[in-house]
């Protein structure tokens, strides 16, 4: 619920600071919440703090930090639900109840079923006025991983594609390198950095050989193949490099090859199958246990097509190259059983960057038209954004989001 009007300006000035340090947080943060923090008395900012790595102090911890009395009284603009539970870290709630606050304004709730408003249920019975929504749609936009891993109990998916202008991600003899520009792929390279998993079919990985790694841009993302039938050669580089971990999703328990997989450094899950090829649903619960919030999905056609059957595709990366190839037995970038028209998935949201000579399409499935912030103004700030090309406006986001 939109909830900004009963808030002045202030208020949102003070919870943009604390988103903008909330963001900070990326990625050491994670899996936690990004979260951020400001303390105001008498119209002055006492302290800020936001969550600086895993298992380290709150964002609230570290804005009460040597404050001592100066507190009572004082506000707590809070980006996210004060935890309500002891984890690697004690409750935050219990820190503002003891440091005197006299008022709380969340930008929203915690999804975490341990949570779930406990925080400010007690916060309220220890007295403390609490105000919920100022900048809500921002601040669950920071955190929309977080909260598909919660609510959803999978990883935020993201569908990229790079092809030619009629759709086709190989030419007629399966040759893809290179349909889209050296400009488009460093921007992919770039977006892998920020992704906690790349996830890819068998099919690709055999006709390609790719590493899947983000090429020195950063971190390199945990890699997810799928699979079925255990065909993946042991001489391919996602099996022979150990940069990142790889897990092979599968349904063939009883495959020949077990023993030799066994021997290398991947990790093998077995998941049953359905209609649409491997159940996803599965995997996905698997990936969010292991704290992968965000998973990056790069093909080929019949893996797209997966994904969007079993409506599991929150964004969307499309790569367009101004080239045209044609043929019938050259690869579409969507295979699989395809869906009807008024099964469609519908883009609510979506902006157009040049990536040198080729066109990105950034669009989003989220009802509300969300995106995620860090990729969001990743691509933002690093890409030309063509002006006329945005179908619906984005959500407010506060300037000089950055993340570090």
Not at 143 to 163: D, G, H
Not at 266 to 285: I, Q
Request: net charge positive; aromatic share 8%; proline share 5%.
């Amino acid at each position: 619920m939109e909830t900004d009007q009963l808030f002045d300006q202030n208020d949102c000035r003070m919870m943009s600071r604390a988103l903008q340090l909330a963001a900070k947080g990326f990625p050491r943060a994670t899996p936690n919440p990004l979260v951020g923090c400001v303390l105001v008395r008498g119209g002055k900012i006492l302290s800020h703090g936001f969550h600086r790595r895993f298992g380290g102090p709150h964002a609230e911890i570290e804005a009460l930090r040597g404050l001592r009395s100066y507190t009572r009284g004082a506000t707590a603009y809070v980006t996210f639900e004060p935890c309500s539970y002891w984890g690697k870290t004690p409750p935050c709630v219990d820190a503002l109840i003891k440091a005197g606050v006299s008022k709380v304004i969340a930008a929203t709730g915690d999804p975490n079923s341990r949570v779930r408003g406990r925080g400010f249920s007690l916060l309220r019975r220890a007295g403390i006025e609490v105000m919920t929504g100022c900048l809500q749609k921002e601040a669950r936009s920071l955190n929309l991983p977080f909260e598909t891993q919660m609510s959803l109990k999978r990883p935020y998916v993201i569908l990229k594609a790079a092809m030619t202008l009629d759709g086709k991600i190989a030419d007629k003899n399966g040759q893809s390198k290179w349909i889209t520009s050296d400009s488009a792929r460093a921007m992919s390279w770039k977006i892998r950095s920020i992704i906690d998993a790349i996830g890819v079919g068998v099919g690709t990985v055999v006709a390609d050989n790719p590493e899947f790694s983000s090429h020195g841009f950063g971190r390199n993302p945990l890699r997810v193949i799928f699979d079925p039938l255990l065909r993946l050669p042991g001489r391919v580089r996602v099996i022979q490099t150990d940069h990142a971990a790889t897990i092979i999703v599968t349904a063939a328990r009883h495959s020949p090859r077990l023993n030799e997989l066994f021997n290398k450094h991947v990790e093998l899950l077995f998941v049953g199958k359905n209609e649409g090829g491997l159940n996803l649903s599965e995997t996905m619960r698997y990936l969010a246990l292991k704290g992968v919030q965000t998973l990056l999905i790069e093909g080929g056609a019949r893996t797209h097509a997966y994904f969007l059957e079993q409506n599991l595709v929150d964004e969307v990366l499309w790569f367009t190259a101004p080239k045209l190839i044609g043929g019938a037995q050259a690869k579409s970038v969507i295979s699989g059983r395809g869906l009807n028209l008024t099964q469609a998935a519908r883009l609510t949201s979506w902006n157009v960057y040049r990536a040198g000579a080729d066109l990105l399409i950034h669009g989003t499935l989220n009802p509300q038209g969300l995106f995620w912030t860090i990729l969001n103004k990743h691509l933002q700030g690093n890409h030309q954004a063509l002006s006329l090309s945005q179908s619906h406006p984005s959500p407010r986001i506060p300037q000089s989001f950055v993340y570090a």
